[in-house]
């Protein structure tokens, strides 16, 4: 079927939202403004590569995952298959992970891999919550397909090294000492991971770095404050 076939058996129930140049804030409902748009596919002209497809494995979806392999096998089975084998099912081969908590967690609780104030030198570092789900369906995934690309992101720093000394809004505070003990703190992060069976080949300093959620974690990092 084409592509102006669908368009043309599905046209009763589609839709249209769009915006104006002008305002991001002004939606309107409507027909759209060119009802000949044509798009032309020409696999032979060809420009950048596309590496692949992905998805972020947050606390959630482990969660929710695991549960369905705790309660019924097969079906777990059969989901992951279909989200990660290339041959049977989407073929997902990247996945972001956020490091320690996102706002998709399964808990009411944010966290980090180390919470405990002022320990600058990452003694109490700990991944040991990630191994109740986690890492568990990471590996399966693994094991469907091996090619999956891992990319690591910060929600935020620990507490103690943000100004509201909450996981909840707030600036990185870039001292010195700061600055050495983020960059420990992620190291071990990727030292963690692999002994997990996980291999974490990007890694950013910050998810969303200029926004400052006002109900779940989150941390300010400009880009001026990078400076060691």
Same mark, same amino acid.
């Given at each position: 079927m084409s592509?102006?076939?669908?368009?043309?058996?599905?046209?009763?129930?589609?839709?249209?939202?769009?915006?104006?140049?002008?305002?991001?804030? /002004?939606?309107?409902?409507? =027909? =759209?403004? /060119?009802?000949?748009?044509?798009?032309?596919? /020409? =696999?032979q002209q060809r420009f950048q590569q596309m590496t692949g497809f992905g998805a972020s494995m947050t606390d959630s979806s482990a969660f929710v995952l695991d549960q369905l392999k705790q309660r019924n096998q097969t079906a777990y089975n059969e989901v992951m298959i279909l989200l990660f084998d290339r041959e049977r099912g989407h073929g997902i081969n990247g996945i972001r992970l956020p490091v320690a908590a996102s706002d998709y967690i399964a808990s009411t609780e944010f966290y980090t891999y180390n919470d405990v104030p002022f320990d600058t030198e990452m003694e109490n570092f700990a991944i040991d919550r990630e191994d109740r789900y986690l890492f568990p369906v990471l590996r399966d995934a693994l094991v469907i397909n091996p090619a999956i690309t891992f990319y690591a992101s910060p929600w935020s720093a620990p507490a103690w090294m943000k100004t509201t000394n909450s996981l909840i809004q707030g600036d990185f505070i870039a001292s010195p000492e700061n600055c050495r003990s983020h960059a420990l703190h992620l190291l071990k992060v990727l030292q963690a991971y692999e002994k997990e069976g996980i291999t974490v080949e990007y890694l950013m300093l910050q998810n969303e770095g200029h926004y400052e959620p006002e109900e779940y974690i989150g941390m300010i990092l400009a880009p001026l404050t990078v400076s060691f």
């Open positions: 592509l102006s076939s669908c368009l043309v058996l599905y046209a009763a129930t589609v839709q249209i939202w769009s915006t104006r140049l002008d305002s991001v804030e /002004n939606v309107e409902s409507g =027909p =759209p403004q /060119n009802t000949r748009t044509t798009i032309t596919l /020409n =696999p």
